[in-house]
C-alpha cells in the first residue's frame, strides 16, 4: 500500500457545531450499532461541543472548526479553544481516521470533504461513490490544519443538507449513517488497496452577497439561482437579487460548480456561496 500501514483505529465527531444535531444523535445513539456492524474496526465517537449543543448554537466562544489554527495563542476564555486542544490531543495519541459530522442548510445533498489528499483519503472517497453514486466529494485543501478533520492526515467531513438547524431531520440522519457506513466499509477492505483516480469538485472562489454604502446585506440569491448547488454555469449567470428588484449577473471564463448556497452559517461573512471546478485526482 503506498499509505503504509493499515489504519484501523477511526475517531467520529458529532456536534462540533452546537446547532448541528444530526452529528449529535449520530454518536450518541448509534455508536454501538456501528461497532456491532463493523469489529474490525476500533471506532470512538465523541461528542466535540457540548457547550453550543446546550445553546442550541453554533458555537459558545468561536468557532470550533475554524480554531484549530489558532492553538498557538493563549485564549483561555474561550470554551472552543480549550475544546479544540482536548480534541488534537486525543486524535494525536496514534495514526487515525477522524470523520466530522456535519449538516448544511444548503442543497448539498449527502457530501464528503477531503481537506487533503493522502492516497488512502482519495481511495476511500472512490470507494464511497461506488457504494453511494449519489454522494459528491468535495476537495478543500486546509493547508492552515484549521479544521477539525484536518489535525489527522487520515479523514474527511460529512456534509449533508438541506436541513434546517437545531432539529432532528431524520433524511439528514439516516443519509449521514448511510455515508458513515459506506466509509466504515471501505476502511474495512483496506487490503484492498489499489491505485486509481477520482474526479472531485475543488473548491476555487467564494462570491460574497451584494452591500451597499454602508456595508449591509443589499440582496439575496436569485429565486431561480437558490438551491441549485452543483448545477454548473458557464459564462453569464444569474446569482443575485437585489431589494430594488435589480438583477446582478456575473459570468466565469470555465464551467464552475457552486455549493453551500445561501448557507445559513456564513451570513455573518456576508458569503453567498463558493466555486469548484471539477479535477481528477490520482491514488
Known sequence: MTFGATVLDVLVFGGTHGNEWTGVYAVERFAEQLRKEFPELSC??????????????RFKDED?????????EERPRSYEHNRAREIRTLIGRRPCFVIDLHTTTANMGNT???????????W??????????SCRVIGSPDDQKKYLAS????????????????VVNGKALEGTLEVLRGIFAALSNQEKFSSGRITL?????????????????DGYIHP???????????????????FSGEEISLS????????????????????????????????
Not at 207 to 213: E, F, G, R, S, T
Not at 255 to 272: D, V
Open 124 to 133: 476511500v472517497a472512490a470507494q464511497l461513490t461506488q457504494r453511494l453514486p
Open 151 to 166: 489535525q489527522s492526515e487520515f479523514g474527511m467531513m460529512i456534509e449533508v443538507g438541506p436541513v434546517a438547524n437545531g
Open 252 to 283: 466565469t471564463t470555465e464551467e464552475l460548480y457552486p455549493i453551500f448556497i445561501n448557507e445559513a452559517a456564513y451570513y455573518p461573512q456576508q458569503l453567498a456561496f463558493s466555486l469548484c471546478r471539477k479535477v481528477s485526482k490520482n491514488f
Open 201 to 217: 469538485f475543488e473548491e476555487t472562489s467564494d462570491i460574497y452577497y451584494p452591500k451597499n454604502d454602508q456595508g449591509e446585506l
Open 44 to 57: 470512538e465517537f465523541h461528542f466535540s461541543n457540548p457547550e453550543a449543543f446546550k445553546l442550541n448554537k
Open 224 to 242: 431561480e439561482f437558490q438551491s441549485k448547488d452543483f448545477i454548473p454555469v458557464n459564462g453569464n449567470y444569474t446569482p443575485f437579487k437585489k
Open 64 to 72: 470550533l472548526n475554524r480554531a484549530f489554527q489558532f492553538l498557538a
Open 112 to 122: 464528503v470533504i477531503l481537506t487533503n489528499y493522502h492516497p488512502l483519503n482519495l
